[in-house]
């Protein structure tokens, strides 16, 4: 699917949708402002004027949902322009899979050894590399997780609809998952009734870890693992240079909210998303690795291993005997 095919979908979709909970007569005065618009940029003069009439014409329920429209409208055409670009960058992926994606980690490597930079000097340069993504306690992400997620819903089904093999049911199915968002994003109010607080910006800013960041950043390692095995053999990739930092819930300059109360449970959060994310990963590990011991015996090394962290019974209690009790 090209970029104009899905913004002509997303936007269909969102012409019904407002055609069917507002009414067609909004439907059309959003249409005529869109276009008078359009012409405008253009260069069209007497756009401009027809552009003035229509905005003044609107009340201010009109206006509301005018400018929900448009808010809505963006926002999948910006989804729209993100699904292209992924989709471009699979293509490029697929077509030269065999040299390194261009501004990819695996380039960068590449254009290193193409420079002449030695081994050593790439050891040094990777004993020394540190990144430190800093998510910010003022986001400027203004959008409320529940409308960030449904957008994410959206991309997804997207994704499923650029499959050559579904069937004319699932298509429909996929259209109708669409559809559902796209009322779900018109019915939700854009705004807080509320301002956030403190643990609620600590919450949008674990959204952002774990939907992206907890899988992003292993592949990122894995990429820099791979060019460098590729490249320079010999050299030892670094074992932790990026790392996450956070803001939110510790940010103490100025902000009276900021108290120890709030950082330790920021530090929970951080803790409980971690916990969470790790044990759905073993737990996936341990569907996998179903080997039985009679067919793939586990060598003494991971014998000891596990057994030095099986926990104890309850009836043992791991208490050191005082050396004195004086």
């Known amino acids: 699917m090209d970029l104009s095919t899905a913004i002509r979908l997303l936007g269909d979709i969102l012409g019904e949708v407002i055609t069917e909970l507002e009414s067609s007569a909004l439907f059309e005065t959003e249409e005529r402002i869109r276009l008078a618009a359009k012409d405008r ?16 014409a609107l009340t201010v329920d009109d206006a509301r949902a005018v400018s929900a ?33 261009g501004e990819s980690v695996g380039d960068a490597v590449a254009s290193l050894k193409n420079e002449g930079v030695t081994s050593a000097q790439m050891q040094s340069l990777l004993d020394n590399l540190s990144v430190e993504l800093v998510l910010t306690a003022h986001p400027t992400e203004s959008r409320r997780r529940t409308v960030v997620s449904k957008l994410q819903r959206v991309a997804r089904s997207l994704e499923r609809l650029a499959d050559n093999q579904l069937t004319p049911r699932e298509r429909e199915g996929t259209l109708s998952a669409i559809r559902a968002e796209v009322v779900g994003l018109w019915l939700t109010d854009r705004t807080r009734t509320i301002n956030p607080t403190v643990t609620d910006e600590v919450r949008i800013g674990l959204h952002f870890v774990e939907s992206v960041f907890w899988d992003t950043l292993p592949a990122l390692y894995a990429d820099l693992d791979e060019a460098v095995a590729s490249h320079y053999p010999e050299v030892a990739p670094p074992s ?21 109360e709030v950082t330790a449970e920021t530090l929970r959060l951080h803790r409980g998303l971690a916990v969470e994310s790790h044990r759905k990963t073993l737990q996936d590990l341990a569907r996998r690795l179903s080997m039985s011991s009679e067919r793939l015996p586990a ?17 043992v209690e791991n208490i050191e005997e005082p050396s004195s009790l004086l």
């Open 299 to 315: 060598s003494d090394e991971i014998n000891a291993w596990i057994e030095s962290r099986r926990p104890l019974p309850p009836h």
């Open 240 to 260: 932790s240079w990026f790392r996450l930092a956070s803001w939110m819930g510790g940010d103490r300059d100025g902000n009276p909210n900021v108290s120890h």
């Open 69 to 101: 429209a448009f808010t809505t409208y963006f926002d999948l055409v910006n989804l729209a322009e993100e699904y292209h670009r992924v989709q471009q960058l699979r293509e490029r992926e697929r077509t030269q899979h065999s040299s390194p994606l």
């Open 41 to 56: 940029r253009a260069g069209d003069a007497g756009a401009a004027k027809q552009l003035e009439q229509e905005v003044e």
